[in-house]
Every structure is written in C-alpha cells, then in structure tokens.
T-cell receptor, first 110, second 111 residues
Framework: GNSVTQMEGPVTLSEEAFLTINCTYT??????LFWYVQYPGEGLQLLLK?????DKGSNKGFEATYRKETTSFHLEKGSVQVSDSAVYFC?????????FGQGTILTVHP | DTEVTQTPKHLVMGMTNKKSLKCEQH?????MYWYKQKAKKPPELMFV???????INESVPSRFSPECPNSSLLNLHLHALQPEDSALYLC??????????FGNGTRLTVT
C-alpha cells in the first residue's frame, strides 16, 4: 500500500533560520504530492502541491520538489517567521486515496 | 476564510446523547469526506461520499452515521459515543484529482 514517511519533530528554530522537513513516499503508480499546514485551532490548509516528477510546488516562501529518483518531497523555506509555527503534514494521493505522514510540529522563536 | 464550513465549532456531549455535525461547501465539489484527528496526529479517514453516495467506510463503528442530503451538505450523526471518540472532526471536499479542501473542524468532547 501507499505510505508517507515524514521527519519527526518537533522542530524548533529561530526567526530567519533555514527550514527543511523531510518527506519520502512509497506508492503504486505515480502519486500527486502535497504539503498541508495546520495552524493552532484550525483545519488543514493546502500549502503546496506537485503532480509529476520534477515539479516544484511553491507558496508563501515554501518550496518542495517532486524527486522521483529518491521518492522524496522535502519542504524548504529560506527564512522562517514566527507566524510559520504550525504542524506540517506531507501527503500523497494515489488512486484517489490521500495518505498523510505523521506530521512535524514547527516552533519558530523570535 | 475556509470554503468548507463546519458547525458547530465545539461540541460537548454525554455518552447517551444524540448529536449531529454539519458540513457545507459551495465549490461544486462532488466528493466529500469525514476525517477524525487526535491531537498532534494526522487526520484519519472515516468516510467518503462520491456523487452523494457512500463510497468508502473505513470500518468506522456504527455509533457514527454519515449522511449526504445533497451535493453541498454532509452530516455526521453521533449516538452513544465513548470518551475515546473525543477528537477534532474534519470535513473535506474535492473534485476530480484536485487537492482536498478542509474545513476548520468540530472539536468534540465526550463526557
């Protein structure tokens, strides 16, 4: 079956630090890949997506590239802000079913 | 602002109560979902409706009963719940291969 493995947290950074959250997947077929963000007290919001190999998703300074050769979709941001503190979920859709990683809690301090 | 609206935001119910969670979307999406999320964990799929018909039930106990009255509405009827059912219940919708759009959820506490 499909599975998504996500870097365990929590991750604590200072403002303006570089962020990487690793995500790898196993799936039959060619999944679409997503990063969702969940702010405290809210539902999940789509942060970015990629639907095929070598696609780069980007939004709000975050980027992730769909790497078929390493089956990875790592999330990066060059300079994090306090407002980026949230839980980040990597996910993949294959044959209509969305599978989530375990989530990574990010805390950014001023 | 989320395009998937869930009510109520919070719900406290006893183990003998009957209550319902409601979800509404006006994006024309034909697939709607119920997820359960425990604190700091990923959402777990419960039910999927496609074109108003139940297409996936992830072996959810019968004390949870979904209903899709029309293409914009999704309900989750609750009866005789247990304290371990306390969680955030998320509704989502999608169309075709588009990403899921989530609501902000209902925080349920079973006492």
């Amino acid at each position: 079956g499909n599975s998504v493995t996500q870097m365990e947290g929590p991750v604590t950074l200072s403002e303006e630090a570089f962020l990487t959250i690793n995500c790898t997947y196993t799936a039959t077929g060619y999944p679409s890949l997503f990063w969702y963000v969940q702010y405290p007290g809210e539902g999940l919001q789509l942060l970015l997506k990629a639907t095929k190999a070598d696609d780069k998703g980007s939004n709000k300074g975050f980027e992730a590239t769909y790497r078929k050769e390493t089956t990875s979709f790592h999330l990066e941001k060059g300079s994090v802000q306090v407002s980026d503190s949230a839980v980040y979920f990597c996910g993949g859709t294959s044959y209509g079913k969305l599978t989530f990683g375990q989530g990574t809690i990010l805390t950014v301090h001023p | 602002d989320t395009e998937v609206t869930q009510t109520p935001k919070h719900l406290v119910m006893g183990m003998t109560n009957k209550k319902s969670l409601k979800c509404e979307q006006h994006m024309g999406h034909r697939a709607m979902y119920w997820y359960k999320q425990k604190a700091k964990k990923p959402p777990e799929l419960m039910f999927v409706y496609s074109y108003e018909k139940l297409s996936i039930n992830e072996s959810v106990p019968s004390r949870f009963s979904p209903e899709c009255p029309n293409s914009s509405l999704l309900n989750l009827h609750l009866h005789a719940l247990q304290p371990e059912d306390s969680a955030l219940y998320l509704c989502a919708s999608s169309q075709g291969v588009s990403p899921l759009h989530f609501g902000n959820g209902t925080r349920l506490t079973v006492t």
